[in-house]
């Protein structure tokens, strides 16, 4: 008493077969494009990270030169609020790193076929 379906097929449908002959045709170029997008990830990660960097130094540098006074609340305001975005920076660094080791990792396959073709 198996559950029987009425509809048909959904991998049966002409739209379907037309996408995967497609991709076929396309399969190196599709694989590198799912590749870059992936390493995206990775790039972004790394450019948040030098960007807090930055922000943590040149905040660092304006308190140093009293250019953000912390007694004062503009000058707290200021030096506080740039903290906290680079802490807002850095969870997004590690969500993209997160993710795009998930990624890696899940398309691990893909990477190393894609190695054997020479093209990476």
Not at 38 to 64: C, E, K
Not at 71 to 81: F, I, R, S, T
């Amino acid at each position: 008493m198996g559950i029987q379906l009425n509809e048909k097929d959904p991998l049966a449908d002409p739209l379907i077969d037309e996408i995967m002959s497609s991709f076929r045709q396309n399969a190196k170029e599709v694989v590198k494009d799912t590749l870059e997008g992936i390493g995206m990830f990775r790039f972004a990660a790394t450019l948040i990270a030098y960007i807090a960097l930055l922000l943590i130094v040149y905040t660092s540098v304006f308190v140093i030169i009293g250019y953000y006074p912390l007694n004062k609340p503009v000058g707290a305001l200021g030096a506080y609020g740039t903290f906290a975005g680079v802490a807002v920076m850095l969870a997004i660094y590690v969500h993209y790193r997160r993710k795009y080791s998930m990624l890696k990792k899940k398309y691990a396959a893909l990477f190393a076929l894609y190695e054997k073709l020479g093209v990476a």
